[in-house]
């Protein structure tokens, strides 16, 4: 069992940043892959980034690559997603989630989710 929890968001300007984490309970959390997935008004959930277990590799949407990174710290039990050059299209509740499988991008994949955090850019 894997409890997610994250923090870090907030409401910036477009052009700034901001880094959400999250944090995980439980000591099997360096056995799960995590992503970071976003959901806007209206809209469906889209995948946004993940990192392996390891931290050796990362995944990005084409929408945010080059402006989000994601990384981890395994003996904090923490994920963290580096938002930078944020617009007001990033704006969405954001989720981390973490899975033992190796679809990153696809949300069924994942078994445990935090209850979110919302992101809003202004223009």
């Known amino acids: 069992q894997v409890q997610l929890v994250e923090s870090g968001g907030g409401l910036v300007q477009a052009g700034d940043s901001l880094r959400l984490s999250c944090a995980a309970s439980?000591?099997?959390?360096?056995?799960?892959?995590m992503g970071w997935f976003r959901q806007a008004p209206g809209k469906e959930r889209e995948f946004v980034g993940a990192?392996?277990?390891?931290?050796?590799?990362?995944y990005y949407a084409d929408s945010v690559k080059g402006r989000f990174t994601t990384s981890r710290d395994n003996a904090k039990n923490t994920v963290f997603l580096q938002m930078n050059s944020l617009q007001p299209e990033d704006t969405a509740v954001y989720y981390c989630?973490?899975?033992?499988?190796?679809?990153?991008?696809?949300?069924?994949?994942?078994?445990?989710w935090g209850q979110g955090t919302q992101v809003t850019v202004s223009s």
């Open positions: 989630a973490a899975t033992l499988q190796a679809a990153f991008s696809q949300a069924w994949a994942y078994d445990y």
């Open positions: 990192i392996t277990w390891s931290g050796h590799n990362t």
């Open positions: 439980g000591h099997t959390f360096s056995q799960y892959g």
